[in-house]
Structures are given as structure tokens and as C-alpha cells.
């Protein structure tokens, strides 16, 4: 029998200390900030001016996923997110961990389009380096850093989603007072482009916005922490999509109405080049520093995840047993952190801002294929407890969205994906027979 989320704490549980307001800043946190700050202009690009239309189809088919993720979150208060749901789903370990590699792979492949877009214009308002050279240090920063040991709290993560908040309402503010005094161009904010059809070019572009809408899947991580969260979870997911899509909406027309979709697509710091055309006294340095901040905290956060799944895997014996190393006084996964820091620094010297994102978007489809799917087959699976149900078309819908996006991704990003994604099995089988052999050694 399940054990209900409103029983009392078991000794050694973690206290239930998360508020519904609390962790509605949570979530929002982990939605809002660099995806926003550094593909605006690769989206006007795809699209032309009426960049909120693909963020509009990006924030209904994120919502899709997100009612799957509602259902099983409060069904399963306990659980450990996708590569859970998926064993207790499917009962094929294989499965489990791929899952669970595709998550790991997805949060290093992120870290790195994060690393280019801080080294790129943002980063030249204080230095110029090779964006290149920037992104490699930035990385090693972060793992240090990392390495050291950081101490996140929900209070942390409200500030930082503040100062995210106030720079991309920098932006719509400052187009206003430049549309009231006579700049810009509202007609832009309704022009497709030209040159691509209207549909394709949407559901291309899309699939770079939903880059902007993931991170929400990582509050599964919280809910053990969460009080009342059959009640709670829900309201605080749906209401923070909805207003991150909102403010992405109203951050993409203002940016459309400022400059031109090609000047956008031109920029690796586009934010700042709208807020430099509107000739509104905000300092650059100070517009650029908030970015910088939203992007290193959000490839922070990122690796964090990506080490610690690197090390919890390494301890259940799904990747080999180093990565569950720690150092002995900061009590830190070091080998998980200098692995993931270094395929990132790598991954940096093969693609683009806008790859990297599409990689990263390619591997969280699978993943949560897998938890829309798992929906359904765990409706055979009762618990006592009151929890979401989502209608049972909204998971269909949310794998058919899938399948739509991951028609839209280029071949090689299906190839960077298949390398990415052998090399999880070829680990897989490693580790496996590692361990088959090292078990009758330690029986003789």
C-alpha cells in the first residue's frame, strides 16, 4: 500500500518545509531565465517578427507534458522523476536507465549552449575573449565551484529569479517608452518570414522555444519536501508555466517591434541589443550583468543536477562505480563533476547556441515520451491517496506534441543525439558486466 503524502514524517524523511507560494518560485526559477535570454534572435530567425506565436505553441505543448508530470509527481510523492516512473512503468532496467542517461546527457549538453551564450555579446560588454576561450573557462569555473560545495536554498533561488524577472521586464518596459516616443515598428510583431512557409517556420521555431520551458520536470526532485503537494503541485506547475509563457510572449513582441528579425538572429546577446536600440537610459553593463547572471545561474543549477544524477547512478550501479567518488572533506562527487564538466567543455567546440539547445530538447522528447506514456500504463496502478488525474487525452496529446517536435529536428541532431545515446549503452553494458563479474569474486 502507498503511504500517503499527508502522514506524518517518518525519522530520517525530509521535512515538508516547501510552501505552494514557495515552490511556484521554484519552478518558475527553473523555467524562466537563459533559454529567453540567449535564443529570442535565433527564434526571429526561424519565424520572422511573430516570435510569440511558436513560444505560444511551445508553452501549450510544455503545459501537455507538464499535466503528465501533475499526475504522477502526486500519485507518487516519493518517486525520483522520469527514470522512476519509467521502472515502475515498463519493469525493464535498460529502459530505467536510458531515461535516466537521456536526463544526465541533456543537462551536460544544456550546460554547454549555456557556456557559449555567457561568452558571447553579453560577456564582451566587460571583455572581450573568443567566445570560445570564454565558454572553457566559464565551464571550469563552474565545476570548481561546483567541486567546493554550494549550499542552495529555496530563498537563493527566489532571488535569483527576481533579478531573471526584472531583466526581461527591463525589456518590455523599455520598447513601451520606445514605441510611445515613435520608435519601432508594431507590424513587425505580425510579419512571418517571407521566405519559409508560415507552418513549418512555427513548428521550427517552436522547438527552440521549448528549450525556453524546460526545467520544470526537476521540481519532481522537491516534492518530498512540499507540503500538502496533491494539492499544491499542480497549481504551482501550471500557474508558473503560465506566467513564464506570458512573460516570454510579451519579452519576444517587444524585441520584434524594436529590431528587425534579422539584426535579432544576428546577435548572441539579442536582450541587449533591443535595449541598446531603444535608447532608454539603462546602463549596457547593467542589462548585460543581469543576463550573465540568469545564464550562470540557470548552467550552475544545471550541472549541479548532472553531477549528482551522474553520482547517484554510479551508486545503484548504473554507471561504473567512480563517479559515486566524493572528496573526503567537501564531501563533493568530484569524479561525476570532472566527467560532466568535461564532456560540457568538449560538447562547447561542436555545435552552436542553437543546436546545443535543439540536442538538448531532442533528449528531454524521449524522456518525457516515456513519462506521458508511463501516465497510461500506470492508471493500472491504484494508491489510496487523493492525487491529479489528468484526462486521459492530454497525455495522448502530449505524445502526439512529441513525436511533432521531434519531426522538426534537423539530422544532425539526430545523429548528435544517436552518439550521445550509444554511448549510454555502451556504459550500460560495461557497468553491467563489470558488475556480474565482480559479484561471484566477492562470493569466492
Known sequence: MAESPQA???????????????????????????????LVGEIAGEVGGVTWVPMLVALLMALLTAASYAELVTKYPHAGGSAVFAERAYKRPIVSFLVGFAMLAAGVVSASGLALAFSGDYLATFIDVPPELGAVVFLALIGALNARGIKESVGANLVMTMIETTGLVLVVVAVAVFLSGGGGDVSRAVSFDAESSPVVAVFGAALLAYYSFVGFETSANVIEEVRDPA??????????????GVLYMLVGTAASIALPSGELAESSGPLLAVVKETGVAVPAWLFSLIALIAVANGALLTMIMASRLAYGMGNQGLLPSAASKVLPKRRTPWVAIVATTLVATALTATGSVATLAETVVLLLLFVFLSTNAAVLVLRRDPVEHEHFRAWTFLPVLAVISCVVLLTQQDAHVWVRGAIIMAVGVVLYGVTKATRSRREPAQRD
Request: charged share 15%; hydrophobic share 55%.
Open 8 to 38: 506524518p514524517a517518518a525519522e530520517g524523511a525530509l521535512k515538508r518545509n516547501i510552501t505552494g507560494t514557495m515552490l511556484f518560485l521554484f519552478i518558475l526559477g527553473d523555467v524562466l531565465g537563459a533559454g529567453i535570454y540567449a
Open 231 to 244: 494539492r499544491v503541485y499542480p497549481k504551482a506547475l501550471f500557474g508558473s508555466l503560465a506566467v513564464a
